[in-house]
């Protein structure tokens, strides 16, 4: 998986999968978008190449096993495929590595796989990408305990009980060189660090690197603090209490989030072309030059990653030959007339061939996404589950950003301490493995939704409206009853299990259905209430019980059920 920018840090792979014509698999990451950036553009029309596909699975509300996927020269291919396609290659990846560091690697079926999901993807869609690894063959369907979904923010607060003091670097306090903020190392020894931290409770942004000595012994029982995962598609809120001496984790309050990552920051770039150039000619050219529309994003990705609070210079963004040529063709004019036209003031034309954006035209496009996680872990703060709170861990991708490092310790770094760890890109890998090793780390969950289950419930007159009334064998019942197993917001301990006993709804009763519905509120009565839907089916057989159960007299009508939390979401 190498390759990658000029110029440009990349702890991770880019999610560019290119497929054939055919629609078989070629590359991933930097050899597939290289690959696909040098095919002939007629040639490139009949590839598929995805990027950025996994914010486009959360965003689809109605997903299924049938959803489609649009390439960026609009071919479509099922979600499913293309999910699987870049599993498959993981896990030829990760078991290839570990051969070759043990050559007596045991079989793969010896191997726990961990998956990792935006805290604010819905349960349709971590289920797809459990439908996605068994079509790529991580595990089977009869083996589903090798397989364990991790949610992002969740793996990186795992992690960042891990970090290290071994060396401190203050953020907040340092001239910046060239635009850019210039860290400024305290001292190697852990002593002297942990003496540095203690002096310096003032100054409450650093920068954390691993080496000897852990956060962990800064924290004491009780101690509270959120991660924020900011990625490049979503951004992930968790809020956790440190338990001791056992070292395991309380969720305070349930993992939230929103589609907040340095995609949006790409999608404001997008839109400022739009507005220069024209939105027809930017789909037009998106169309007809994919592979140089990729080349002018990947211009762009290393120039935002130069973009920093203090910078004064402006940033040059290189036009491929293509765009210019493309777009004199089109309009019949020069783009150095367009951006003239346009009377966008602080982006000018460069002779060389090259947009120069003055700091405040960069700033304007990080704006309205850093403006979104400002305000949504404002309010998260102020939920009254959440107080007290003593750190704040900025992880993920987006977080290397000095523009959003700056914001968030302007927003929150009077409240509590801003710590960014070193290896900020790989925290939530870091924290999957760990997680993968110990699943148990997380005692306490907030549950997501209210769950439970439809029953009927002996019909009260003044109280259930008659709608529902049911004239069964004499008997008056209530029907569409939610009997609620948890509900939302509720502390759930790990292995937890909440037991309901019911009655069979007729005599000679051998097999049931049970279809469990969820929703996002905790006040609902019935399950044709707003919001209600059916998630889950459970097929009971109940055997001789149904004849037993319908000789008791219950109050409620349904087969006995106990629902648990499992290890694992």
Known sequence: MGGGDPGVANQKT????????EGTFHSFGYTARDYYHDLDPEEAREW???EKFKMKIHSTSDLTMK???????GKKMPALEVSAHALRFFKQHAVQELKDQCPSLPESDAIRWVLTVPAIWKQPAKQFMREAAYKAGLVSPETPEQLLIALEPEAASIYCRKLRLHQLIELSCRPPANGTETPHPIDSSFRQAREQLRRSRHSRTFLVESGVGELWSEMQAGDRYIVADCGGGTVDLTVHQIEKPQGTLKELYKASGGPYGAVGVDLAFEKLLCHIFGDDFIATFKAKRPAAWVDLTIAFEARKRAAAPSRSSPLNISLPFSFIDFYRKHRGHNVETALRKSNVNLVKWSSQGMLRMSPEAMSELFQPTISHIIQHIDALLK????HGIKFLFLVGGFAESAMLQRAVQAAFGHCCRVIVPQDVGLTILKGAVLFGLDPGVVRV???PLTYGV???????????PREKLLVKEGKNWCTDIFEKFVTVDQSVALGEVVQRSYCPARPGQRRTIINIYCCDSDDVVYITDPGVRKCGTISLELGDAGDAGAARAGARSAPACSLGTPRSR
Do not use: D, I, M, Q
Request: no cysteine; glycine share 6%.
């Open 14 to 21: 880019p999610t560019s999968l290119l497929l054939t014509p």
């Open 48 to 50: 598929f190449y995805f």
């Open 67 to 73: 959803t489609e996927l649009e390439a960026v020269n």
């Open 454 to 464: 439809g029953v009927l419930n002996k019909f009260v007159e003044g109280k259930h």
């Open 383 to 386: 939920k009254p589950e959440v």
């Open 445 to 447: 969950r907030r549950s």
